[in-house]
């Protein structure tokens, strides 16, 4: 059973920067894809951003590109997602994913591990 743990978000200006972590229990964390999602009131969860195991090749969704930077640290067990040029469309609770396999995975079912969270509002 992997545990994944997010922090770092927070209340933020416009045009603002946070850096979300989510830190993985286990010793397999390498071998894991990795995602981020948020989810707004009363909207779905869409996926944010995604790396893969190994050489960490990512995939972003259209209205973060350019802004998002989603990198990991295996040596940490931590994935990260560096938020620049915030804009109040970004507020969201947002969820880190995890599951095993070599590519990346754009749909919250293909995931079997989840992070509790972390909350974003971006101010105007």
């Known amino acids: 059973q992997v545990q994944l743990v997010e922090s770092g978000g927070g209340l933020v200006q416009a045009g603002g920067s946070l850096r979300l972590s989510c830190t993985a229990s286990?010793?397999?964390?390498?071998?894991?894809?990795m995602g981020w999602f948020r989810q707004a009131p009363g909207k779905e969860r869409e996926l944010v951003a995604a790396?893969?195991?190994?050489?960490?090749?990512?995939y972003y969704t259209d209205s973060v590109k350019g802004r998002f930077t989603i990198s990991r640290d295996n040596a940490k067990n931590t994935v990260y997602l560096q938020m620049n040029s915030l804009k109040p469309e970004d507020t969201a609770v947002y969820y880190c994913?995890?599951?095993?396999?070599?590519?990346?995975?754009?749909?919250?079912?293909?995931?079997?591990?989840w992070g509790q969270g972390t909350q974003v509002t971006v101010s105007s």
């Open positions: 994913a995890g599951r095993s396999g070599s590519s990346n995975y754009i749909h919250s079912y293909d995931y079997d591990y």
């Open positions: 286990g010793r397999t964390f390498s071998s894991y894809a």
């Open positions: 790396i893969t195991r190994g050489p960490g090749i990512t």
